[in-house]
């Protein structure tokens, strides 16, 4: 039993002579490792920023018609989809009040007539003449309320995008129609805070769509809003789209790119940077004295095949491994191949 012992103690000390010869063998092994890697050397150059935001269009104006007497409406002259432009009858409500208030209109002319012979001629006093004038107003008044709420006509250049009501339904409140202008558009954008000494009215920017890819869409900032939003730190600003040809539609869904003027970044090929698994942190990795150094970056704005990388551990002059950096880890030798 002792001899058993003493046999099993000593395989066990070669086993583990042998496993520790075998992990420095490979600890050496990754060491003295050398990978065949490119490079490039890392420069500013001048680019031009771009801010591309998504955003839905909207009707430049929007008109709920709503008259302001009750009653039922007698006939609707549109339907959903009719282009209707300014004066153009929409509805009709029920004419009981609107032919009350003529007559009387009517009646009070007559008797402005006389009352102005009388006051001419001096035969009434201008307390009765005043009170006979505010009678006539307010007959006028009454009859043009009625009659632009009875005969409701189009105060836009627009579509009829809603309708709600039949002919003889009873109005009930509800818009009986709406009306949506297209030939212009307008959009709300909500830009990064950073970008508010830069933002102007009038700035010029373009939109585009998956429905039409070859086609850009020019439109402007028409208003900055002067707030920023504190839970997302952006501000909005309105844009409006000329839209003559009808091609864009309210409610449409779109891409928005705007211009910020020009500054240097460091711009590499996009391959060239790595993403840590199981995370959203990118890193490159660069030729530091013949050895592989990972360093962390952020992205910035993307231009085709090339990516904006910003880094305070990078500087100008640094050689980037561009080929073969997907083999790499921290400290393993560089070949660089020319």
């Known amino acids: 039993m002792k001899n058993f012992l003493v046999s099993a103690a000593a395989f066990a000390i070669v086993v583990f002579a042998a496993v520790s010869c075998d992990d420095k063998d490979a600890n050496s092994t990754e060491v003295d490792r050398v990978e065949q890697v490119r490079t490039s050397t890392l420069q500013k150059i001048e680019v031009t920023r771009q801010v591309t935001l998504s955003t839905t269009l909207q009707g430049y104006e929007t008109v709920n018609v709503s008259p302001s007497v009750q009653g039922h409406i007698e006939h609707i002259y549109v339907e959903v989809g009719d282009r209707v432009r300014p004066g153009d009858n929409l509805l009709r409500m029920d004419q009981m009040q609107v032919k009350t208030a003529r007559l009387q209109f009517a009646n009070l002319s007559t008797e402005m007539e006389r009352m102005e012979q009388l006051r001419a001629s001096g035969a009434i006093s201008a307390q009765a003449y005043d009170q006979a004038k505010l009678s006539y107003d307010s007959a006028k008044e009454n009859l043009d309320f009625l009659e632009s709420n009875t005969y409701v006509k189009a105060g836009i250049d627009a579509v009829v995008s809603a309708k709600n009501y039949e002919d003889g339904e009873l109005y009930a409140g509800q818009p009986v129609v709406t009306l949506t202008q297209v030939s212009y558009l307008k959009a709300l954008i909500p830009i990064p805070e950073s970008y508010i000494p830069i933002v102007k009215v009038g700035q010029k920017v373009t939109l585009t769509t998956d429905i039409y890819p070859d086609e850009e869409f020019p ?12 839970a997302s730190h952006t501000f909005n600003c309105k ?4 839209n003559p040809k009808g091609k864009l539609r309210p409610g449409m869904y779109v891409g928005t790119s705007m211009e910020m003027g020009k500054s240097s970044a460091i711009v590499v090929p996009y391959g060239a940077v790595l993403k840590l698994l199981g995370s959203n942190e990118r890193y490159v990795f660069v030729n530091d004295g013949g050895v592989a150094k990972r360093i962390f970056v952020k992205l910035g704005q993307r231009f085709d095949e090339q990516v904006e ?7 100008e002059g640094d050689e980037l491994v561009t080929t073969g950096q997907a083999k790499l880890v921290e400290g393993v030798k560089l070949n660089v191949v020319k």
């Open 219 to 230: 439109a402007s900032v028409e208003i900055v809003y002067p707030t920023v939003d504190p």
């Open 239 to 242: 844009v409006k789209i000329a």
């Open 309 to 315: 990388i910003i880094c305070d551990e990078l500087k």
